[in-house]
């Protein structure tokens, strides 16, 4: 017996239209925490997620939230932001690299000898 979830479609056929028959985004931009932004505004007969996406992500918003949000797998998800991706029309970025750089190993070692004369 399946389990109907109510305001999700994911029936193949549905899902395979939103992709054009694609199984896989071809990009390896997106992990889960992948922040995308918006750089523009929807077109008039842009395809509905797609203009769903652009509006949602007016502010960075993780891969995850963003398909939570849609109702679609992540997997789908990630193949709509990497049409979006490649038109330019969001950019993405990984929180982490945005956060956190490393110090130089010059500068590490400086510390270590520091450390070490204490």
Do not use: W
């Not at 994911?10 to 395979?16: E, H, K, T, V």
């Not at 652009?54 to 789908?76: K, Q």
């Not at 709509?80 to 982490?96: F, M, T, Y």
């Amino acid at each position: 017996m399946s389990r109907v979830r109510p305001g999700r479609d994911d029936s193949p056929d549905r899902l395979y239209t939103l992709t054009g028959g694609r199984s896989r985004s071809g990009s390896d931009a997106f992990d889960l925490v992948t922040l995308i932004v918006a750089e523009c505004d929807p077109v008039p007969g842009m395809q509905s997620e797609h203009a769903a996406i652009l509006r949602m992500c007016r502010y960075p918003t993780a891969v995850v939230e963003v398909a939570a949000e849609l109702g679609l797998p992540v997997s789908i998800t990630r193949i709509l932001l990497a049409d979006l991706l490649a038109a330019g029309r969001v950019s993405a970025r990984h929180p982490r690299a945005a956060k956190y750089r490393l110090p130089e190993p010059e500068l590490l070692e400086q510390v270590l000898v520091g450390l070490r004369n204490l």
